[in-house]
C-alpha cells in the first residue's frame, strides 16, 4: 500500500453497504430467519431452506432491475410471495404474509447489521482530529439512517453530509452525486477522501471527479481500468487497512 503525497485531506466520505459493515453476511441471516418464520407459519419442511434461498436470490436478481421502487419493504414482500408460491388466489392470509416475512427481513437485518472491527475508533478518531465525516450511498435514505442508527454510529455524521441516491435524485456511479457531495460540503477533490467496496458503482464515479478513492477489496476482485480517470485509487483488503490508509493520508505520507 504505497501512498504518495498530496493535499491533506479534510473530509473522508464512506459508502454504506459492503463498506462500514458485511451486508452479504448481515443480509443473509436476516434473510434465513425470515425464511424459517415463513416455513413455520406455512408448515413447510425446513429441511428446504437451502433450496428457498437460492429461489430467493434468483428471484431478487430478476426482479431487482425491473423494480420502480426504492422501498425495500414493498420490494421484499414481492420476493418472498414468489418464494414461498404465495398468490393472490390463496387466502389472503398467506398473501398477506410476504409483508409480514418482510418486516420481519428488516427487522433482523438491523439486529445482524455489526461494524467492521475498527470503524468505530476510525470514526472517532476523525472526530477529534476534525476531520469531517459523510456517507454517500444508493438505497434509500429512511432504511440507510436505521443502519447507521442500528451500527451505532449515526452521531458520527451530521444530516447534512448523508447523501442518499433516493434522496438526492442521482446514483452512483454517476459522478453528480459525488460532484453534489463535494459542492454541498464546500470541498475540493483534492482534500478529500472516498471509501467504497464495489469496484462498479463506487470506484469509477469518485475517481472520474477527481477524488482519492480507499477501494475494499475484500474478494480479491479484478481492479476496474481506471488509470485515465483523474483520482488516486488506493486499495485495502480489509477495513483495518483502510483504516491505516487513512491515517497515513492525514499524516502527510
Not at 500500500?1 to 485531506?9: D, L, Y
Not at 392470509?93 to 427481513?105: I, K, P, S
Not at 447523501?163 to 463535494?182: C, H, M, V, Y
Request: net charge negative.
Amino acid at each position: 500500500m504505497v501512498v504518495q503525497s498530496q493535499t491533506k485531506p479534510r473530509f473522508v466520505f464512506f459508502d454504506l453497504d459492503g463498506t462500514l459493515y458485511d451486508v452479504v453476511a448481515a443480509t443473509d441471516a436476516a434473510l434465513v430467519t425470515a425464511l424459517e418464520v415463513g416455513c413455520d407459519l406455512l408448515g413447510l419442511d425446513k429441511q428446504a431452506l437451502p433450496d428457498y434461498r437460492q429461489r430467493f436470490w434468483q428471484e431478487y436478481f430478476c426482479l431487482a432491475e425491473q423494480a420502480k421502487t426504492t422501498e425495500p419493504a414493498e420490494l421484499l414482500a414481492v420476493l418472498f410471495r414468489r418464494t414461498l408460491c404465495l398468490g393472490r388466489a390463496e387466502a389472503e392470509e398467506n398473501y398477506a404474509l410476504g409483508d409480514h416475512l418482510a418486516r420481519t427481513w428488516l427487522d433482523e437485518l438491523m439486529v445482524a447489521v455489526k461494524p467492521f472491527p475498527q470503524v468505530s475508533e476510525l470514526l472517532d478518531r476523525l472526530q477529534k482530529g476534525g476531520i469531517g465525516r459523510g456517507i454517500i450511498s444508493n438505497g434509500a435514505g429512511r432504511w440507510q439512517r436505521l443502519k447507521l442508527a442500528a451500527l451505532g454510529i449515526n452521531d458520527y455524521f451530521s444530516e447534512e453530509n448523508l447523501f442518499f441516491s433516493d434522496e438526492q435524485g442521482l446514483a452512483k456511479p454517476e459522478t453528480g452525486i459525488f460532484r453534489l457531495a463535494l459542492e454541498s460540503c464546500g470541498l475540493t477533490a483534492s482534500e478529500t477522501i472516498f471509501v467504497g467496496d464495489s469496484p462498479v458503482s463506487d470506484v469509477p464515479g469518485a475517481l472520474a471527479v477527481g477524488l482519492t478513492v480507499i477501494w475494499l477489496n475484500r474478494y480479491e476482485l479484478t481492479s476496474p481500468s481506471v488509470c485515465d480517470l483523474p483520482g488516486r485509487l488506493l486499495q485495502a483488503e480489509s477495513f483495518p487497512q483502510v483504516a491505516e490508509l487513512i491515517n497515513r493520508l492525514l499524516c502527510g505520507d
